[in-house]
């Protein structure tokens, strides 16, 4: 097992330093000077010069990103060019909202989906299924944005149960931050659900039709006990999965809910620095999430090794 | 698929064989879902093709008229400019339609090919795919909202920033399609017979990666509609005067509070799109390819 998990651990070091090269080309080889946005109208090319000299803009494209990276395995990821202060600091101050909304969504989703997916399952082809996986298919293909709004206008404009946007920190209570996100969570964890809830179903299925389930029949075991005990240790793996794959879906997601909420996290930084065209911001926080993405996907592969033995090889 | 258990044939006898892709895809005529999604799917397109016909100037201003009811001019009433909201949402049909279907196509050819490359090459095959790991680290949807913001601003631009992380996932799909193929015994049989490069890969492997190509296209164009509306909806997509149901809802989220209506136009026909398109692909993925090899993201 430590063994297995020491490779998947450097495996993922080549594949962040290609996605390092990537972001860092993306800002790079894209029309625009940062010098000159950062000089403002008024400016001599001499102080453009000054500050390109700073920024090492001066430098060959292949000594940037050495100069770049360095620093940024040090985590030390520039200052932001529109406030001046370091990008690990304003990533730092952004990450507690983040956190909490992708948190609330994963409960909620898989509250909402494994129970949806074992039922549907379990009732396969009857109405009840055909239900649940039309809300699936519902589910995924109305926008976040559209589900936002839609709850927005319903228990904050019409019932006023919920803020209509805005964050409130830990630091003022628990209750008060679960309120806050309750909206954003939801809108994203029913997107979110409806893609697990169709995993589990097809993998409910197929655990409904092993031996040991009949066993479990023959012994006079009761539905639900069969159903959430039995079948569902079996789909473990496959849910694990979709949730490692999904969390891709879910960043681009919280990046939109963050934004139609007014929700001070990371994603809203990436998309303020993107409009600003504050390049160390954009590469710190796009190698933050690629970061996040490739440690979720570490996990859910050490995952599968604690769930199922076999994957150890 | 084309009958993958086989041996290769000779052209005349190929002639004659059974079409089981096509087949599977007549077979779909009778399923009720299939046919009203796909009859929603065309009254979308004629409704882009003759916007001009059916709608008014979507970009014609009218300050005096604004957040105004439903008329007889302007059927869903007026927007915060005075601009005709079923004009614009008729036309934002438009640029719905060209994103999903001009991703749909450049993710799947060079995703096809560089697939197939990787599949057939040992070194070139790892390097590829190690890129392709790396890709799939970078959240799609910031990857397509920095590309877009980046570049110069456009309809093109906009196709590009979204095709680029759709690429990835075709070409793992294609790859482990072509490696899966070329296990068989009947392909082995075919370059033991002296088959060259070319006959196994246009023979061979690209008829067998069609039906599972076109599934994921489908949800390919899927995800560039939604992922068009996210970056006209972040004021990144196309240009303000292009009428876009993204580009609507974040028209409208300055007076939601007043004018929901504003906000729902859009998203509904939005939803409507990508359910229809989501329900095709879940039966084309079903009809041709049983086994749901594809990745579904939605």
């Known amino acids: 097992m430590l063994r297995y998990a020491a490779q998947r651990i450097l495996a993922g070091i080549p594949i962040l330093l290609l996605v390092s090269l990537f972001i860092f080309s993306l800002v790079h080889l894209t029309p625009g000077d940062p010098a000159l946005l950062l000089a403002g109208d008024n400016a001599s090319p001499a102080q453009v010069d000054e500050i390109r000299a700073r920024l090492n803009l001066d430098q060959p494209l292949w000594r940037q990103f050495a100069l770049w990276f360095g620093d940024a395995i040090r985590l030390d990821l520039g200052n932001s060019i529109y406030s001046g202060k370091p990008v690990t600091e304003l990533i730092g101050q952004r990450v507690e909202p983040t956190l909490v909304l992708s948190t609330v969504t994963l409960i909620l989703t898989v509250l909402i989906a494994v129970p949806l997916g074992a039922v549907s399952a379990w009732r396969a082809n009857t109405i009840v299924d055909r239900l649940a996986m039309g809300f699936a298919v519902i589910g995924f293909s109305v926008p976040v944005f559209a589900i936002a709004y839609v709850l927005v206008y319903l228990f904050a404009v019409r019932w006023g149960v919920f803020p209509v946007q805005g964050y409130k920190p830990l630091d003022e209570g628990m209750l008060a931050t679960l309120h806050s996100v309750t909206l954003p969570s939801v809108s994203l964890a029913l997107v979110f659900a409806a893609l697990i809830a169709r995993v589990t179903r097809a993998s409910v299925l197929d655990a409904l039709n092993e031996n040991y389930i009949r066993t479990a029949h023959a012994k006079g075991l009761g539905a639900p006990r069969i159903l959430f005990w039995h079948a569902l240790k079996s789909v473990g793996v496959p849910v694990v999965t979709v949730i490692g794959i999904g969390f891709a879906t879910l960043i681009g997601g919280v990046v939109v809910t963050e934004s139609v909420f007014n929700i001070p996290g990371i994603g809203r930084l990436t998309v303020d620095a993107i409009t600003r065209r504050d390049y160390p911001v954009i590469q710190g926080s796009i190698l933050f999430f690629s970061a996040m993405l490739i440690l979720i996907n570490l996990v859910v592969d050490l995952s599968y090794a604690a769930i199922d033995p076999r994957v150890r090889g | ?298």
Do not use: C
């Not at chain 2, 009859?39 to 001009?52: E, K, M, R, Y």
């Not at chain 2, 059927?75 to 005075?82: A, E, K, V």
């Not at chain 2, 004018?259 to 084309?284: A, C």
């Open chain 2, 1 to 298: 698929m084309a009958a993958p258990n086989s041996p290769p044939q000779t052209v005349a006898a190929a002639r004659t064989r059974r079409r089981p892709f096509l087949e599977s895809l007549a077979h779909l005529r009778r399923d009720p879902t299939t046919v009203v999604s796909a009859a929603i799917l065309v009254l979308f397109i004629l409704i882009a093709i003759f916007a001009p016909l059916i709608a008014g100037d979507p970009t014609a201003l009218n300050p005096i008229r604004r957040l105004g009811p439903p008329a007889p001019d302007a059927w869903l009433g007026t927007d915060q400019l005075g601009r005709d909201v079923y004009a614009r949402a008729v036309y934002g049909t438009r640029v719905s339609l060209i994103v999903g279907g001009a991703v749909a196509v450049l993710a799947a050819i060079p995703g096809v090919a560089i697939g197939i490359y990787a599949s057939m090459n040992r070194v070139g095959g790892a390097i590829v795919m190690r890129l392709v790991d790396a890709l799939m680290a970078i959240p799609a949807v910031l990857l397509a909202i920095a590309l877009a913001a980046l570049l110069k601003p456009g309809l093109p631009t906009l196709i590009i920033a979204i095709s680029i992380p759709e690429i990835p996932r075709m070409v793992r799909l294609v790859r482990s399609v072509a490696l899966s193929v070329t296990a068989q015994p009947y392909v082995t049989a075919a370059i033991a017979a002296g088959s060259s490069r070319s006959r196994l890969v246009f023979r061979h492997i690209l008829p067998n990666t069609l039906a599972p190509v076109i599934v994921q296209a489908t949800y390919a164009a899927a995800s560039a509609i939604i992922a068009s509306a996210i970056l006209s909806f972040l004021g990144v997509g196309t240009s303000p005067e292009v009428p876009s149901w993204g580009g609507m809802m974040a028209d409208a989220r300055g007076f939601f509070r007043f004018n929901p209506e504003l906000m729902f136009y859009p998203g509904l026909l939005l939803s409507v799109l990508l359910l229809v398109t989501n329900i095709l692909g879940d039966r084309l993925s079903d009809a041709l390819d049983p086994r749901k090899v594809t990745q579904k993201m939605p």
